[in-house]
């Protein structure tokens, strides 16, 4: 059983940077592959960014290339999610995920356990 908890959502300014963050309960944070997702008003959860156990393996979706990093460190049992370049259509509630299986996957259903998410709001 894995416990998710985000931290680092606010309001910014179009252009600016926020650094979500992900902890995680439990002693093997190492064996999961973790993923984040959004959810803006209306819209389904969509797929962000995902990484492997050890880090060495992300991907991204096309709308946040190049804009968004995604990273953990297993040591402290979190994963970032570093948002640059922010656009007012990045607004959303941002989960984080993880799955019992140490590769990332980019479907929202492949995920066992999410977190209650974080609120980013981007202002034009």
């Known amino acids: 059983q894995v416990q998710l908890a985000e931290s680092g959502g606010g309001l910014v300014q179009a252009g600016g940077s926020l650094r979500l963050s992900c902890a995680a309960s439990?002693?093997?944070?190492?064996?999961?592959?973790m993923g984040w997702f959004r959810q803006a008003p209306g819209k389904e959860r969509e797929f962000v960014a995902a990484?492997?156990?050890?880090?060495?393996?992300?991907y991204y979706a096309d709308s946040v290339k190049g804009r968004f990093t995604i990273s953990r460190d297993n040591a402290k049992n979190t994963v970032y999610l570093q948002m640059n370049s922010l656009k007012p259509e990045d607004t959303a509630i941002y989960y984080c995920a993880a799955r019992s299986v140490r590769y990332y996957a980019t479907r929202k259903e492949d995920y066992d356990y999410w977190g209650q998410g974080t609120q980013v709001t981007v202002s034009s």
């Open positions: 990484i492997n156990w050890s880090g060495g393996s992300t």
């Open positions: 439990g002693r093997t944070f190492s064996r999961y592959g």
